[in-house]
């Protein structure tokens, strides 16, 4: 009997989210405690995975935008390399050894939720070393743990079990950029 497969995801509340910017702040200093005083002028925040977006419907909007770990990622097709691969918990990864600084997967990236390291020229994105290192654990992301809202969650969606399924059963949620065909395993609660 074959063990099912994980699907590791992130939930956004959007209904809860108060942008006070903790969860960008655990992500720096947990992720990129070099980066901690820089400033990435591409994203217009500090050097973390977390870019803010405002939406414009019936009314403004902050989304929190991270690396939606899809199913079907451009970024995974695109490395000529073989440096972005899905690992066991159905999450998209980079692998250094292997990665050039080519940046193809930041270019083809719908959901720009990719960024170059000023340091050392390459990719980054969600997660990083040290919140993988806090999975690895059994433990949450830092931007998780840092919501003092609880409009973050993390965990596998194959189990119905989980604290992230039971969270999908009960709000209605929407993935960004589906019609992309990239299969996004982040999904953002629009109403309880």
């Not at 003092?148 to 399924?165: K, M, V, Y």
């Amino acid at each position: 009997m074959t063990e099912k497969k994980k699907q590791l995801a992130h939930l956004f509340d959007a209904t809860q989210c108060i942008n006070c910017g903790a969860c960008s702040v655990a992500c720096a200093q947990t992720n990129y405690p070099e980066l901690i005083n820089e400033f990435n002028p591409g994203w217009n925040t500090i050097y973390c995975n977390i870019r803010q977006v405002k939406v414009e419907k019936k009314r403004p909007l902050q989304i929190l935008v991270q690396c939606q770990q899809c199913s079907d990622a451009p970024c995974v097709d695109t490395c000529p390399f073989g440096a972005n691969y899905y690992d066991e918990n159905g999450m998209v990864r980079n692998d250094p050894n292997k990665c050039i600084g080519c940046n193809y997967c930041i270019a083809s990236c719908p959901y720009n939720a990719r960024w170059t390291h000023p340091v050392t020229g390459l990719p980054s994105k969600c997660m990083g070393k040290g919140c993988l290192d806090l999975i690895a654990q059994g433990q949450q992301p830092a931007c998780v743990t840092a919501c003092p809202a609880d409009a973050r969650l993390f965990g596998d969606t194959t189990d119905p079990e989980s604290a992230i399924s039971r969270r999908l059963a009960k709000n209605k949620t929407a993935k960004l950029l589906e019609q992309r065909g990239t299969k996004p395993n982040f999904y953002v609660v629009v109403s309880k």
